[in-house]
Every structure is written in structure tokens, then in C-alpha cells.
């Protein structure tokens, strides 16, 4: 059971460059809040109307409603972290703190339709190979899931430092692990022939950073890699379709339904361990955080406060 068609070197040593690069990328928009707006509202700006109209059509592979979707919910999601980060009063804010978790839980849920959607496709569509099947239901399924166990953003607090990160410490290794196994099998059931970029450097680019450089600021990593990469994406996508780079799944039906069951079985476990610690601690995931008695929900506190 292979998931890809063929990974030659040479694409291997371009998904390491890309996965170095979303990490820079990252890194430089963590030092700098200027080249942050620069990069987050300057330049999609510009590419909204000089570049997406003439690149991201319809009809090609990153031109659909869920593309344009995705790019400007990660962006807004993006400038929100930042006024978080900066602006004064906001990190004090109830309402303004639960956004993050409202947007991601939205962003989730986009993926989620689209996975539906998928079930009932076969073939050439939208400029991408789909083969429609139960996996899409099931995968939708832990989409949902992964949603449902979103607790702690009333914690959320900036970190001591000149870069100033938003650390949200009630989101913990084992959420990011079932979101990123949810969030690959979506991308490889809906888009195939992305998931090699798209769905496996894209999500190392952001849980590298969460678990090495800075734990604690995992939705921060993922919004800035992912707002990079649909930013390159939809301006160049040829990178990812017919470049002598590009990486095609073999549509495998068992590859297809094993990664999605792999990803129902994390976040049920996931579900399960989340109603397990709310109901020992006899915390609201509404408004408290759940895992605060974690050694690894205290370390990320006792570093960045």
C-alpha cells in the first residue's frame, strides 16, 4: 500500500526546501510585527487583486470556494493572533480571546463539508483526482470530533519576551497529533495530489515548532505556515500540479480508508480522554481550562509567564 505514486530524491530534497522555508517564514514573522503585517495583510492584499484572479480560477486545482475560503479565514485568523500579541487590552479581552478558538474550530469545520462533499465525487474535479468513498464520511466524522475537544482559550496569555507569542497551554501534544492525523487524511482524500506538500511538510512545518521551538503557540505556527503556503499556492500552482516536482496520490482505496481510520480512532481517543479529564476535574471546556494538573500544561506555563 503506497500513498504516493513515486517521491524521487530530488522531490524529496524540494519538500525539506519547503518545509525549511514555511519555518523561516514562521520564525521571521514571529521576530518581526512589521514584516508580520507585511506579510499577512500587505502582500495577500496585492496578490487578491493583481495575481489570485489571473492564478487561482476556476477550474484549476486552487480555485474553488473552499480555496479562497481557506486562505482568508487563516489570514484573518493570523491579524487576530497578531492584535492578541500587540494590541493593548486584547489579550484581556474574553470575547476577543475566544475568536481563535472560534475560527479554528470554523476552519475545521470547512474541511469537514468538504470531506461530505467528497463522498459523492469521482474523478476529475475542481482540477484535482477525488475517489469518493466512506473514508470521507469517517474522516468528516473526526473533524467533528477534533472540534468538540477545543477547550482552553480562556488561558490564553502572551509570552514573556521581545517576540511576544500567543500561548494557548491547554493545547496539548495529543490534540495537535489527532488534528494533524484528521487534518492529512482530509487532504488527502479531497486533495490527493496535494497531500504530499499540502498535507504531510505543511503540517511538519507547524508541529516541528510546536513541540521544539516554542510549545505552547502551535495555533499561531499553523496559522502563519498556512497562510504562506496558500498564499504560494494559489499564485504559483503549477508548483503543486504539473511541475516536474509535483506529487500525485496513487488513489489507493485502502491507503484511502486506512488514514482516515487511523484519524477516527485518534480523535475518538481524543474525545474520550477530553470527557475523562472534564468530568475528573469538573471543569467547563467553555470557559476553563482542562489539563492544568499536565506536567506539560505547567512547563509551557512556567516557561512563558
Not at 12 to 34: P, Q
Not at 101 to 130: H, K, P, S, T, W
Not at 151 to 172: E, N, T, V
Not at 192 to 203: K, M, N, R, V
Request: hydrophobic letters at 55%; one cysteine or more.
Amino acid at each position: 500500500m503506497y500513498l504516493f505514486e513515486s517521491l524521487p530524491w530530488q522531490t524529496i530534497l524540494i519538500g525539506f526546501v519547503v518545509l525549511a522555508g514555511l519555518m523561516l517564514a514562521n520564525e521571521i514573522a514571529r521576530a518581526n510585527k512589521w514584516i508580520a503585517l507585511g506579510l499577512f495583510l500587505v502582500l495577500p492584499t496585492y496578490l487578491a487583486f493583481m495575481v489570485w484572479p489571473h492564478t487561482a480560477t476556476p477550474g484549476t486545482s486552487v480555485g474553488t470556494w473552499f480555496d479562497y475560503a481557506k486562505v482568508y479565514s487563516v489570514l484573518t485568523i493570523t491579524l487576530i493572533i497578531m492584535g492578541i500579541r500587540f494590541i493593548k487590552g486584547w489579550a484581556n479581552n474574553k470575547y476577543i480571546l475566544m475568536l481563535p478558538a472560534l475560527l479554528l474550530a470554523i476552519n475545521i469545520m470547512e474541511a469537514v463539508i468538504r470531506d461530505f462533499q467528497c463522498y459523492n465525487l469521482n474523478g476529475f474535479v475542481d482540477g484535482v483526482v477525488i475517489t469518493g468513498g466512506p473514508w470521507n464520511i469517517m474522516n468528516g466524522i473526526a473533524g467533528i470530533l477534533n472540534i468538540l475537544a477545543i477547550s482552553g482559550w480562556a488561558g490564553i496569555f502572551i509570552s514573556k519576551g521581545k517576540k511576544k507569542d500567543m500561548i494557548w497551554a491547554d493545547q496539548l501534544w495529543f490534540w495537535i497529533i489527532a488534528y494533524d492525523l484528521w487534518n492529512f487524511a482530509y487532504v488527502y482524500n479531497a486533495l490527493g495530489d496535494h497531500a504530499f506538500y499540502a498535507g504531510l511538510i505543511l503540517l511538519l512545518s507547524c508541529t516541528i515548532p510546536a513541540f521544539f521551538i516554542k510549545k505552547g503557540a502551535w495555533l499561531q505556527h499553523r496559522a502563519q505556515t498556512l497562510a504562506v503556503w496558500m498564499m504560494f499556492v494559489m499564485s504559483f500552482p503549477a508548483f503543486i500540479d504539473t511541475s516536474r516536482f509535483a506529487v500525485k496520490s496513487t488513489q489507493n482505496t485502502t491507503a484511502l480508508f486506512a488514514i482516515s481510520a487511523i484519524a477516527l480512532i485518534a480523535n475518538i481517543a481524543l474525545v474520550i480522554y477530553h470527557v475523562y479529564k472534564m468530568v475528573k476535574s469538573k471543569r467547563n471546556p467553555l470557559k476553563d481550562e482542562v489539563y492544568t494538573d499536565l506536567k506539560s500544561y505547567q512547563s509551557i506555563v512556567e516557561d512563558n509567564k
